[in-house]
């Protein structure tokens, strides 16, 4: 029978550490990730949520180094022509910045949402079609956050066309390509965002993000000062980790 209680206080502090240290990881040590480990991370996504219990997702490990430099050259092309987007200055930066770690990484992982999973009828996907693509997201949530207790790194890689994806991992049409995630011992798991700490953009005060039953309404005054403090906290030395409590 599954308990009702709350965690005992290191499990629990273990969940927000994993929160509070995971990092969207680009640079990799060649090493090899162990297979007992690497099936505990798929067991941690495949233990997701998932709408009407479809479990829509699959995992296609990548490891061939030929199929990683086709989806490398690809991510190259998109990158560079993603650069037109930002103007004069944030250009140069844009391009200064380490975006994926393909080639560098051990294993690349595409999570993918098979959308007639189980379907046409699935719960809770009549009304929210794409609750399917949620929950696939909140696999690789799980993914990412049971990586980095294991001390492994993750990155998520958004630069490409999912078609092209597709059509390199040979992926049939039905099942579309979610995250392509770089995966593999980091070469370090830094204190903050990369984007925060080069100042592309700032993270944002939770207190400023939480309204109260209506869009724009503050929270109550208890509620509104407990977000204060955590975003006191998180101003602050970022080296250990989260906040203690
Ligand atoms: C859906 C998604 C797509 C992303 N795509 C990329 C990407 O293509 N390249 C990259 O360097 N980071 C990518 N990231 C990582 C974000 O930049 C990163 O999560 C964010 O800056 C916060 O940093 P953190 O993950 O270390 O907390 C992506 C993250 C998400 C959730």
């Given at each position: 029978m599954v308990d009702i209680g709350a965690f005992p206080p290191e499990w629990r502090e273990g969940v927000y550490e994993a929160i509070a240290c995971r990092r969207d990881v680009r640079s990799f040590r060649p090493d090899p990730i162990p297979p007992a480990v690497l099936a505990r991370i798929l067991w941690a996504a495949h233990h997701a949520g998932s709408v009407g219990f479809s479990q829509p997702w699959n995992f296609i490990v990548v490891d061939d180094l030929e199929i990683r430099r086709k989806i490398h050259d690809h991510v190259d092309t998109e990158r560079l022509r993603a650069a037109d987007g930002f103007e004069g200055n944030r250009k140069a930066r844009y391009l200064s910045l380490k975006l994926e770690g393909i080639l560098d990484a051990p294993i690349n992982i595409c999570v993918t949402c098979d959308r007639k999973r189980f379907g046409?009828?699935?719960?809770?996907?009549?009304?929210?079609?794409n609750a399917d693509i949620y929950s696939t997201c909140a696999a690789i949530q799980n993914l990412w956050l049971a990586a980095r207790a294991e001390g492994i790194g993750v990155g998520w890689v958004s630069i490409l066309k999912p078609e092209v994806i597709a059509q390199i991992l040979a992926i049939p049409d039905h099942v579309m390509v979610i995250g392509y995630m770089c995966v593999g011992y980091p070469v370090e798991f830094t204190d903050r965002p990369m984007l925060e700490a080069v100042g592309w953009l700032p993270r944002l005060a939770l207190s400023e993000l939480v309204f109260s039953n209506r869009w724009n309404e503050t929270p109550n005054v208890q509620l509104a000062s407990a977000l204060r403090d955590l975003d006191e906290v998180a101003k602050g030395d970022h080296s250990k980790g989260s906040p203690r409590w």
């Open positions: 046409p009828a699935i719960i809770g996907r009549n009304t929210m079609y």
